[in-house]
């Protein structure tokens, strides 16, 4: 029995030649439909962007990190009324935290999260047994307005302020007389905003020497991991007279010009020392190990020793990568300074110091250094004659010794060796082996020196300076020098 079909109404053919037509489209506008599609992607990720205010979109926002639990009980700043907005004051807050967490200490201290946010703050101090730990994108603010910066006694082992005599400003964050610190986090930062700081410093607008952006005086055991610090007012972390202190994988920065005296790490009658993985930018000094200024330095008469700084990455545009002094009349000894990289920067390794200092700087040890893009690569000046007021002893002279650098390279170096030592300060003992550096000024004495004496192991390049002593392999002398007063330095380029 056949069943008649209804003929195709209107509607029902319309659809049919939809049907018809849709994978002819479909294959034939396949390039169009890409486009359009990828177009679209874009558009929602960038109204997402916008709207989040720079991060990814909700389903593409990789969650943040939750925060260890580092000591028995753990805190967050905003228990205590924290505001992360970068306009509210949040310094009691701080103040209120460390508190609670100083009364722990029979409990293994206390853990104080910063989240994620601009916390502005005045100075504050922290305690013992605590961790201070930063979240991803957490970004601790110190205040620019210096009333809010409190008045401290100038270091004794500098007899004043570094830039005015009297009282120095405390420092962003400070701790004296601590044990068993850790300032850590997922990289949050702390940022001193400086700049107010070295425009009223060049303007000599200040009063008082500025304080550094975090400053640990007089305690131990004290660890300082996965953080960046920028803009510090003044130096950016000065460890004073501590002991067992550790600085790992940590960023330092400021502006290569224009932010004065932003020495990255000042190591300041310290012992027994570990920085490593870190890297530093900064306008003075990356590294600078401290003991002391003249007189008052050698009355205080707390060196630094057993330090060992490893696999940096630095770079300062005005003064040097690594430093010894030239603030060292404690004494300076027993440092090893191993796999460094310094690039497009004035000077890479550099000891200074000068009459009137007294101390010593000897047991120092350079490995596996690396110069890219420097002026003068290794700087040995005893000339460094600043001093805090006219209470120095000039025959206070310090003792160079037992110095020596293996395993030097690299690349567009005008001067790669400059050791000025003098009649009254000379270098003793002083040690080259393995060093092969490409140079930029194809001048004839590129290797200076001036009263030293030591030797050669080896060949190196470029070729020595007359006042060494010259070894095969083997370690057996071939030539000694009867010139280690000879003097051939040159400033001039």
Known sequence: MMVETPPLGRFQYQRLEFKRWVPAFLSSHKTLFTVLWIAAFASVFVWQRNVVGGGFAVFWRVPMRPMPRLRPLAFNLTDFGGVGDGVTLNTEAFERAILAISKLRKKGGGQLNVPSGRWLTAPFNLTSHMTLFLAEDAVILGIEDEKYWPLMPPLPSYGYGREHPGP??????????????????HNGTINGQGQTWWKKYRQKLLNHTRGPLLQIMWSSDILITNITLRDSPFWTLHPYDCKNVTIRNVTILAPIFEAPNTDGID??????????????????????IKSGWDQYGIAFGRPSMNILIRNLVVRSM????????????????NVTVENV???????????????????????????????????VGIVIKT???????????????????DISYTGVHGQGVRVPVRIHGSEEIPVRNVTFRD????????????????????????TIFPAPCE???????????????????????????
């Open 168 to 185: 120095r400003y405390g420092s962003l964050i400070h701790g004296q007389n601590l044990k068993d610190v850790v300032i850590t986090g």
């Open 267 to 288: 190591p300041d009658s310290c012992e027994d020392m570990v920085i490593e993985d870190c890297y530093i930018s900064v306008g003075d000094d990356g590294i600078a």
């Open 318 to 333: 005005v003064s040097a990568g690594v430093s010894i002094g030239s603030e060292m009349s404690g004494g300076v000894s």
């Open 341 to 375: 990289l310094v690039w497009s920067s004035r000077r890479a390794v550099r000891i200074k110091t000068a009459p009137g200092r007294g101390g010593y700087i000897r047991h120092i040890t350079y490995r596996n250094l690396t110069f890219d893009n420097v002026r």
């Open 383 to 401: 000339d460094y004659n600043e001093h805090p007021d006219e209470g120095y002893d000039p025959k206070a002279v310090p003792k160079l010794e």
């Open 435 to 458: 060093m092969s550096v490409g140079i930029t000024y194809k001048k004839k004495h590129i290797f200076q020196c001036a009263f030293v004496e030591g030797r050669v192991i080896g």
């Open 467 to 493: 006042n060494l002593d010259r070894y095969d392999e083997q370690e057996r002398l071939i030539k000694h020098s009867v010139s280690q007063n000879l003097t051939d330095v040159d400033y001039d380029f």
